[in-house]
């Protein structure tokens, strides 16, 4: 489906796959930088639920809000 629609989101997914690899790299080596890669990737995921909940009508995607939540929480708490 992405390949119909042209380069820009193979783009996209590769850079949301980097920005995952970093964040994952980050956090083994217990580095700050990582920490608030995983809080900024979390934030954007929680952003696109509640985007995708009210703007598409879709609310199984609430379903991450919690999930994000907890997350966000328990790396925020370890900094």
């Not at 992405?2 to 083994?28: D, N, R």
């Amino acid at each position: 489906m992405f390949q119909s629609i042209g380069w820009l989101p193979i783009l996209l997914m590769a850079s949301v796959g980097i920005a995952c690899a970093l964040a994952a790299i980050g956090l083994a080596r217990n580095a700050k930088w990582g920490r608030w890669l995983g809080i900024l990737i979390l934030i954007l995921n929680l952003v696109g639920d509640l985007t995708n909940a009210f703007v598409r009508h879709d609310l199984r995607t609430l379903v991450g809000l919690p999930i994000a939540g907890a997350m966000i929480f328990y790396l925020a708490g370890r900094a």
